[in-house]
């Protein structure tokens, strides 16, 4: 069942698409990012999160929420522009403190690279943090001594990049240290390899899944978004290519 957006409290002054902290039917708090956002960063932020669930890596929990046009008449302008109604998507709130390269060790080397394979294979360079600062878009449950994975992963809306750099990558990625095996051991390969090919099986269903509202960019319906699914899904197969595996 869809939730309903009942509430708008705030709009949040981090990130580029700056998402509305709103309220469900369900009483739970989500940041929700709507038309201002773009329908190709709404895009890759369901597909990429769906593909970050199925590798099992400890994504917010997400979801594709309602907002009603009611709600939107009792707002600010820029809010009715900016979020404006229907389908959007929402990251559920989370009690989370702010990662920083010092906190890195809490994080087990396992998961490091898991991410690391998972950024490679979205082609997503919007993860990044060294002593000088950074933006890795991860943030560590603020009692994380309770969880056996205190990590929490956002914010995907500059994944499937077709500029996508190499050098840039492996220069500034939060977890690029750890990411070097990932080159170097072909049974490490092979098990990512296999588990991209299990992922990949449920591309259609994922896909479905969209609402057809941000396929296309006016309310008409009649100019289509330049998210384009063919070139990310080859984008996504390229693991079977050697390249792939090579800086």
Known sequence: MTT???????RSSQGITKPFLCRGDDSCLYFVKGIHAGRRSQICEWIAGCLAKRLGLPIAPFEIVNIPEELLKYEILD?????????????LKQ????????????????????????????????RT????GGNPNLFLQSNSEKHSTPLIVIDH?????????KKSFIK??????AGQTFFEDKGLQRNYAAQFENV?????????????????????????TDFDFKTAYQQLAHYKHPDFWTI
């Open 4 to 10: 309903t957006i009942i509430e708008v409290l705030r």
């Open 95 to 126: 009690e989370v403190i702010e990662i920083n390269f010092s906190s890195l060790s809490k994080i087990s080397e396992d998961l490091q690279q898991a991410l690391f394979a998972f950024d490679w294979w979205i082609c997503n360079e919007d």
């Open 172 to 177: 500034y990625h939060i977890f690029r240290h």
């Open 157 to 165: 809306n500059l994944a499937f990049d077709l500029t996508f750099s």
């Open 129 to 132: 943090l060294s002593k000088q």
């Open 200 to 224: 990949l099986m449920v591309w259609e269903e994922i896909c479905t899944q969209i609402p057809k509202e941000w396929l296309f960019l006016d309310e008409e319906m009649t100019i289509p």
């Open 79 to 91: 809010t009715q522009k900016d979020l404006g109604q229907g389908y959007a998507f929402a990251s």
